[in-house]
């Protein structure tokens, strides 16, 4: 089982490592480039997501 306490004890950034850290980080709408239903839109930063095992 999880332990949430000390999960809430880590700061923000040592949270988002855990939880990215294992995963794979895909960018599938990169900066620069529009939206493929709205093309007016355009991403400021890069977009994705991840996957995990």
């Avoid at 949270?15 to 980080?25: E, K």
């Amino acid at each position: 089982m999880p332990d949430f306490d000390a999960w809430a004890r880590l700061s923000l950034w040592e949270q988002a490592d855990s939880l990215v850290g294992d995963a794979t980080i895909v960018i599938d709408r990169p900066a620069g480039t529009s939206h493929p239903k709205a093309p007016r839109f355009i991403y400021p930063l890069d977009y994705g997501f991840t996957l995990t095992a």
